[in-house]
């Protein structure tokens, strides 16, 4: 074989990451690579799951973009595996296939009033707050004491989001509608709810430390959560993460409150049980008291206490959705794999089929580790070169016809400059990073260059 023909679906940090690898490996063929990308635009969750006042994290989309730049990485945006191009039409074009598909929504939390007006995934804030084109543009903000259930990085971001006077996010790229909807917010408090407590939290130092920053925000924390246990003490002792944090936590425990307009409570072993209504509508948050186990867990205590709040953000977790005619599993959220070579349910191994990213490993960890994880995917697709497909149809000029022909309005790397230039244009007579096109038919039309209807 002279070439390989991979097609990659899914355009976040993992599958980019992916190409870019794989084009830097040591290699006696040629490659050549396809991104597929169901929205418009490519970097997945950089782009639609970091806040927009995280400038430093959304400027890995800098080293993505010069990664796509090269100019040796086709993209295909607006096209959707499953819909759009299937398993057959990647058997009869590529050698093989990665996909990189991510996670979009939240992981289920089962408690009792989780369905009642009021009652909110963090997937779908966030997707609010980012601008995604396949969601509504106005976000109910009427509550003024919220309750935020976990106690991972999602859960400070929506705490954050919530909590945040909206003239300090002018200068990043949040959208006009979401600061004129957090503008107009009555908020006052905000209640981070964890089943643990501080030596077991999630979060990390630096997007704890930044709660503390906010303007007129004051951080209140309660001394009953800081009676630690042994095992506590020893995560404390030997965890470098969580002696900062612990840190940063007894920090705030000495500080006086500053009377702040609003206020952000980081309540720890507590479990939420039940989400209380009043006329179909969130009233309270009940929640039980835990305790240590002297392991590292918890238990309930049987002691049961409310807090009132109009507004539940469940934070528990991103979650998989599966793939057409590719093998799923239901309880992780993923694409079963070892090391990136997926396999069915019987264990074995389904030749030309790959994972990376969130859908290969379950929606964990930073946009570093979605390297590490290509790396090992690239490793193992390059071994397989015996068992990849042989396309009938391996010429390049092929996909763009089969999408023509589908009518599928793709875009691609020209249309991602246009829009990208477009939406830093929009952001410069407000001064702002850029302010992003929401709307998916106006992405297409300007990536396209298409004129605008009468
Ligand atoms: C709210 C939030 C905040 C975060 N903040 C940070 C942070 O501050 N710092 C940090 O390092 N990490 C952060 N992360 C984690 C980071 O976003 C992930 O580690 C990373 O994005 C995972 O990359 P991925 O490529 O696997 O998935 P994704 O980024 O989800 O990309 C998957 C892509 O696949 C596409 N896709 C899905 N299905 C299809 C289909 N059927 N056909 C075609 N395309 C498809 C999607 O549209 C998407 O573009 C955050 C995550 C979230 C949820």
Do not use: C
């Not at 006329?279 to 205590?301: H, I, N």
């Not at 599966?322 to 794999?337: C, Y």
């Amino acid at each position: 074989m002279s070439k390989l023909r991979l097609a990659i679906v899914g355009a976040g940090p993992a599958g980019i990451y992916a190409a870019d690898i794989l084009l830097k490996a040591e290699k006696d063929f040629d490659v050549s690579i396809d991104l597929f990308e169901h929205l418009p635009a490519p970097y997945g969750l950089v782009r639609y799951g970091v806040a927009p006042d995280h400038p430093r994290i959304k400027g890995i989309i800098n080293a993505l973009r010069d990664v796509l730049d090269r100019g040796d990485i086709r993209i295909f945006g607006n096209v959707r595996f499953g819909t759009d191009i299937t398993l057959e039409d990647l058997q009869k074009h590529y050698n093989a296939v990665i996909f990189a598909t991510g996670a979009i929504r939240d992981a289920d939390l089962k408690v009792p009033g989780i369905e009642l007006d009021g009652s909110y995934g963090a997937a779908d804030f966030v997707n609010w707050f980012d601008a995604h084109p396949d969601v509504p543009t106005t976000w109910p903000l009427n509550a003024r004491e919220i309750a935020v259930i976990g106690n991972g990085n999602v859960a400070l971001d929506v705490a954050r989001m919530l909590a945040k006077h909206a003239d300090d996010l002018l200068p990043t790229e949040i959208p006009e509608n979401v600061y004129q909807g957090l503008k107009a917010s009555p908020v006052t408090d905000v209640h981070v709810f964890g089943r643990r407590g501080p030596a077991q939290v999630k979060f990390t130092p630096l997007e704890l430390r930044e709660l503390g920053e906010l303007n007129d925000v004051d951080m209140v924390l309660y001394d009953e959560d800081f009676d630690y246990d042994e095992a506590s003490q020893e995560a404390i002792a030997t965890n470098k993460q969580i002696m900062v944090i612990d840190r940063v936590l007894q920090k705030w425990r000495k500080e006086p409150q500053e009377g702040s307009s609003r206020r952000l409570h980081l309540h720890f072993y507590a479990n939420p049980e039940e989400i209380l209504g009043e006329d179909g509508k969130v009233s309270a948050l009940r929640y039980e008291r835990t305790k240590p186990t002297g392991f590292g867990g918890v238990e309930g205590t049987g002691e049961y206490r409310e807090v009132p709040v109009q507004a539940v953000y469940r934070a528990v977790g991103y979650f998989g959705s599966p793939l057409e005619q590719i093998p799923f599993d239901e309880a992780r959220g993923v694409i079963p794999n070892r090391g990136g070579q997926v396999h069915d349910i019987n264990g074995d191994q389904i030749p030309g089929l790959y994972a990376t990213g969130w859908i290969k490993r379950g929606p964990i960890g930073l946009i570093g580790a979605t390297k590490s994880d290509a790396m090992e995917t690239i490793e193992n697709v390059l071994a397989d070169r015996a068992t990849w497909w042989t396309p009938e149809a391996p010429e390049e000029e092929a996909i763009p016809a089969l999408l023509e022909e589908r009518g599928v309005a793709y875009t691609d790397l020209d249309g991602w400059h246009r829009l990208d230039e477009h939406e830093i244009g929009l952001g410069e007579p407000h001064e702002r990073a850029r302010i992003k096109v929401g709307h998916r038919g106006e992405m297409i039309r300007i990536s396209r260059d298409e004129p605008a209807a009468e």
